[in-house]
């Protein structure tokens, strides 16, 4: 799949996060309780991935393979998931979808750019330069826009 493609993929995923942020936020406060909202939520998803993973099924990793995981990557991921999910179905009703996706997306970009730089997380390095900063900076200024009343 060429580079467009793949934008386009990660547009779109984008756009499901936010369909789905905005419908989970809505069934936490239908239930009154966000955390119960993330738990439907991933017990669903997980029975999705399953179907997908069956669906697409083309081998099992080898014993070999799981034993060098490290031990954490196999629940931190769950964790921090389950925090960032559950902040969002908190405060998507309380400040609206579009201040929280924005704010969140900031948050995103800001870490993804300081882990990039510094290879955190095992990434491949990805220097702070002049564009990025001119780009985190403008999409600052466009948060405050979209959010300033």
């Not at 119960?36 to 998803?45: C, D, G, P, R, V």
């Not at 997980?46 to 196999?74: D, G, H, M, R």
């Not at 579009?98 to 300081?114: E, K, R």
């Amino acid at each position: 799949m060429n580079n467009y493609g793949l934008l386009a993929l990660a547009f779109i995923g984008g756009v499901f996060l936010a369909i789905q942020g905005g419908l989970n936020a809505q069934l936490g406060v239908l239930l009154r309780n966000p955390l119960l909202a993330s738990l439907i939520a991933f017990f669903s998803s997980t029975i999705f991935a399953l179907l997908f993973v069956l669906i697409n099924f083309k081998s099992l990793p080898t014993i070999l393979q799981t034993k060098e995981i490290p031990f954490y990557l196999w629940f931190i991921g769950g964790f921090f998931s389950v925090l960032g999910i559950s902040l969002y179905y908190y405060t998507i009703p309380k400040l609206g979808i579009s201040t929280m996706i924005s704010f969140g997306l900031c948050g995103q970009l800001i870490f993804a750019v300081i882990a990039g730089n510094y290879g955190w997380l095992s990434l491949p390095l990805e220097p702070i330069t002049l564009k990025k900063t001119i780009g985190i900076t403008s999409m600052i200024i466009g948060i405050l826009l979209i959010n300033i009343k």
